[in-house]
T-cell receptor
Framework: GAGVSQSPSNKVTEKGKDVELRCDPISGHTALYWYRQSLGQGLEFLIYFQGNSAPDKSGLPSDRSSAERTGGSVSTLTIQRTQQEDSAVYLC??????????????FGSGTRLTVV | QQQVKQSPQSLIVQKGGISIINCAYENTAFDYFPWYQQFPGKGPALLIAIRPDVSEKKEGRFTISFNKSAKQFSLHIMDSQPGDSATYFCAASIFESGGSNYKLTFGKGTLLTVNP
């Protein structure tokens, strides 16, 4: 597709359940990012994948969160044993390298996660 | 530690007026400063960006002013329109040689409302 696709767009889950969020980046984009957006908190960095390099996981909030990127394309963000504090919009973005002057991310529309 | 501080949290401007949003950063290694615009239910979209080799960049009604010594940058929206009503995020990153790291640190956002 032409943009970054995220699924599902909305997810309501019970506290303690595991959830998987999916991101399809723009074809050919080598870098992929996950951010979390909470009301009044802006965008918090979670994890960054770049090609075959080891991912930068420095933003993952707890050992309940993990992410993987298969084949340098699709990425899944997994949150285990969800808590109410995990409720937020999870945004995925992708970008390319080496396009002179174009360093911007392309974001998906996000997955709104609500833990009840 | 909040590395990018954005103000104000919210802003109301009359149609035709000038909207000004300010950001300050702490990390002197930051050398790429984009602004993102986000409409409800959508992911943020790159609006305009600046590198520290220039003090100002203008694209249409949008201008970034950059003050390296003060570690501040701002977004000016001239002739503000109701369609500009959105949340605006400033961000900063370190553009390493070879473009290997695009991790952005975002401000907390400014909700702009332009009244007709």
């Amino acid at each position: 597709g032409a943009g970054v696709s995220q699924s599902p767009s909305n997810k309501v889950t019970e506290k303690g359940k595991d959830v998987e969020l999916r991101c399809d980046p723009i074809s050919g984009h080598t870098a992929l990012y996950w951010y979390r957006q909470s009301l009044g908190q802006g965008l918090e960095f979670l994890i960054y994948f770049q090609g075959n390099s080891a991912p930068d996981k420095s933003g993952l909030p707890s050992d309940r969160s993990s992410a993987e990127r298969t084949g340098g394309s699709v990425s899944t963000l997994t949150i285990q044993r969800t808590q109410q504090e995990d409720s937020a919009v999870y945004l995925c973005a992708s970008s390319t390298l080496g396009q002179g002057g174009v360093y911007g991310y392309t974001f998906g529309s996000g997955t709104r996660l609500t833990v009840v | 530690q909040q590395q990018v501080k954005q103000s104000p949290q919210s802003l109301i401007v009359q149609k035709g007026g000038i909207s000004i949003i300010n950001c300050a950063y702490e990390n002197t290694a930051f050398d790429y400063f984009p602004w993102y615009q986000q409409f409800p239910g959508k992911g943020p979209a790159l609006l305009i960006a600046i590198r520290p080799d220039v003090s100002e960049k203008k694209e249409g009604r949008f201008t970034i002013s950059f003050n390296k010594s003060a570690k501040q940058f701002s977004l000016h929206i001239m002739d503000s329109q109701p369609g500009d009503s959105a949340t605006y995020f400033c961000a900063a990153s370190i553009f390493e040689s070879g473009g290997s790291n695009y991790k952005l640190t975002f401000g907390k956002g400014t909700l702009l409302t332009v009244n007709p």
